[in-house]
């Protein structure tokens, strides 16, 4: 396994998912006067949506660093439950995987 392949990616992506929570607006116009009811609704909602969009991202770059400290650890590529190598396919598309697919399919139930 090409572990700078993955630190590199890990990198890339914790810093993608930063870049697209920077760019996110902070607050949402309420202002009563400005807008009618339904359009403050959509805006009230837009932004909870966006809220949560930030929220899973911040999740996100926590198991890029998570990843990174187990690159660090010598324990990058190995399920967290069982022990066993995590395929590399796998952890192409998910580089922060912690699980093999047994053990994410068990863990999910």
């Known amino acids: 396994m090409d572990i700078e392949f993955f630190r590199t990616l890990i990198i890339k992506t914790r810093k993608n998912l930063q870049l697209q929570n920077a760019e ?16 403050r609704m959509d805006a009230m909602q837009g932004h909870e949506m966006t809220l ?18 187990r690159i660090e650890n010598d324990d990058f590529g190995y399920c967290e439950a069982c022990g066993e190598i995590i395929a590399v396919g796998r952890l192409e598309i998910d580089p922060a995987a912690q699980y093999c697919v047994p053990c994410a399919n068990t863990n999910e139930q």
Do not use: F, T, W, Y
């Open 24 to 39: 996110i607006p902070e607050g949402v116009e309420l202002d009563q006067s400005r807008v009618g009811r339904l359009s």
């Open 52 to 69: 949560e969009a930030r929220r899973r991202r911040a999740v996100d770059i926590k198991r890029m660093d998570e990843a990174l400290i």
